[in-house]
């Protein structure tokens, strides 16, 4: 066991710059700007780096705290430090905040989409930003990377989104990476009806006044739209035992019966709410649209043959949100395609984020597979 | 098989009116108006009545065609007639307009709710109609049944919202009804996790600005929140078999890439927006708030020792909004509390509406239970 290890202590952001970044669209994105976190030591060879790709709505922040004060260290903190499953002492582990992403508004992240400054305009870009693909986050990832003299990684490994990024890294660039660890993976091509529950989550901005088109930096954000999209996010990440064992039927106030009045409602409701508008706080809501439109068109399946890397799919038993069945048909199809995938499930009851909350039960796994 | 019958034939609705009706919460509706249709004779004992509840954006059309220009027959046309598991030549099946029925601008829906003039103002109630129960729906279809002359139930059956009426009849009268088919149920109680989901359907008509507090009978229709709440329960009522097997990944114009233009889609998404701005047209946003209400309320844990009716819930495996395991979940609480309660599984692809569409694999079972 690992707990009794401290982690890796404080951390901190730093910043990638480069002046021109080239789209796999040829849309040319000037004065880029990408913020990153590393982990542990690069050894001399330059092999012993594992890259974290976050999923949609994280950021760069795995591991480790800003500051002794942090409540909440990174995301993925049991998983990623001395003695864990990601191993510190032994790897070099890099995290790359995305271009677009969501977390714009938190003074933590650095990225360049919609929200950032158009220089031509010197007025955020809105929807003037172009449109990116999972494979061109990839290819950011690889200029950061090489910018610390990191050529080739022993792993990728992410959560969800995360997971869709380490497939894209091993068919972009199979020389480059030994090994992909896909925690609640979706299937190598995203599922027509995740295709669909995304665009329910981009209608709630499409159709809040305040967004305006995407031009909205000016004036009145569209709070209501974001929050709205983040309360469809965080439930469909979540499985009604966490419903369940967290709030049951308890009204928010026991003076307010929920059955009474139009207003009054049960305490997962406003949790949900809680945590809804606690999110859109740091959020920006073109980048939300624009991360959706990139993971709907997510799509692997014609280079799968090219993927020189094992890959390991850990999915959560209880995901109804990318359920349990898409990492069987990825591994299917990877083996399918000749690639060496397995799979480990993460037995665990609260649904999709507990890929993110019991990674620590795959310790042995993913050290095993970290090491053969 | 009962595939070479042709079912009810013309069907067409009748009103049942009471000048007042008396609300478990003490408010009192004055000048209701129910919507009905019925199909076989009552018998000349009264007691071969089936009365079928219907689902939460469902009408008391569950049968039949009203003229022979019909595309569509009512919901459970594969479940109900001569010869069928609620054989017409023996039963006299009943169903019945809910209270603030969602599709009250359907012209053959007969309801009273926030859509319906207020005799007090001659304008619609808005928010001021009262909100409703489980328990009023049940005790305003006693009314109508006994204004037929009906004062026993061989069996109450009903999908989904429909189930939780079976089951509130059962708990509310025991000694009127032997029978419930909860076809699709929840639990004796709607889960939180619904509860949120519910709450979720709810929030896209709470911020359309054309939604005004309600008040919107005499300007503009909130209609975009309210396609945007049809979307989701559209979503959450199919399964990702259903997306794949229907769209795939199919772009909705080959012309127009889903990746290279924020308005460009996918099928999936096109034929969602499709069936949910369909649906929008006959609902009315206030009734979707009302009903949605009153089925997070939805309680009779209880009660369930008072149910004298034997109990057959048929879930659907597939099921993504009212799981499996919420029907596992009733049988185990019916037989705690001494009711004689079984289960029959739905084998089938496309989740929560196959309730509707594939029920005709249980005819058997549901006959040998009619029967039994």
Chains 1, 2 share one sequence.
Request: hydrophobic share 40%.
């Amino acid at each position: 066991m690992t707990t009794s290890h401290s982690g890796v202590g404080l951390v901190s952001k730093r910043l990638f710059k480069t002046d021109e970044f080239k789209l796999v669209s040829g849309r040319t994105i000037r004065n880029v700007q990408l913020g990153y976190e590393t982990y542990g030591r690069l050894n001399e060879r330059g092999d012993n780096t594992i890259l974290v790709t976050h999923y949609f709505t994280g950021t760069s922040h795995c591991a480790g705290r800003y500051t002794d004060a942090d409540l909440e260290p990174g995301y993925w903190d049991t998983l990623i430090g001395p003695g864990r499953a990601l191993d510190t002492d032994r790897f070099f582990v890099v995290s790359i905040d995305s271009f677009c992403n969501v977390n714009s508004l938190d003074p933590h992240v650095m990225t360049t989409g919609p929200a950032s400054l158009d220089p031509e305009t010197e007025k955020p870009y809105g929807l003037r930003f172009p449109l990116i693909s999972m494979q061109d986050l990839v290819r950011s990832q690889r200029l950061v990377l090489q910018s610390l003299g990191i050529e080739k990684l022993h792993a990728v490994c992410g959560p969800s989104m995360g997971a869709m990024q380490a497939l894209e890294w091993a068919a972009t660039f199979p020389n480059a990476v030994d090994r992909v660890l896909a925690v609640i993976p979706g299937n190598v091509e995203s599922d027509p009806y995740l295709i669909a529950r995304i665009r329910s989550w981009m209608m709630p901005i499409l159709h809040d006044p305040h967004w305006n088109n995407g031009d909205y930096y000016d004036g009145p954000r569209p709070e209501r739209g974001l929050a709205d999209s983040l309360r469809l996010i965080t439930l469909d990440a979540l499985h009604y035992n966490w419903a369940d064992r967290t709030f049951g039927r308890r009204p928010q106030s026991p003076q307010r019966d929920p059955a009474s009045a139009l207003e009054n409602l049960f305490a997962v409701e406003s949790a949900v709410d809680d945590i809804a508008c606690m999110r859109a706080r740091v959020a920006d809501a073109n980048s939300v649209l624009y991360i959706a439109k990139m993971v709907q068109a997510f799509n692997v399946r014609s280079r799968l043959a090219d993927i020189r890397a094992k890959v390991l799919c850990l999915p959560v038993s209880t995901d109804l949100l990318l359920f349990p069945a898409y990492a069987a048909a990825t591994v299917t199809a990877l083996r399918e395609a000749g690639v060496r995938a397995e799979s480990f499930t993460l037995e665990s009851p609260f649904g999709h984020l507990d890929g993110l909350h019991h990674i620590v039960q795959a310790t042995d796994t993913i050290r095993r597979f970290l090491n053969a």
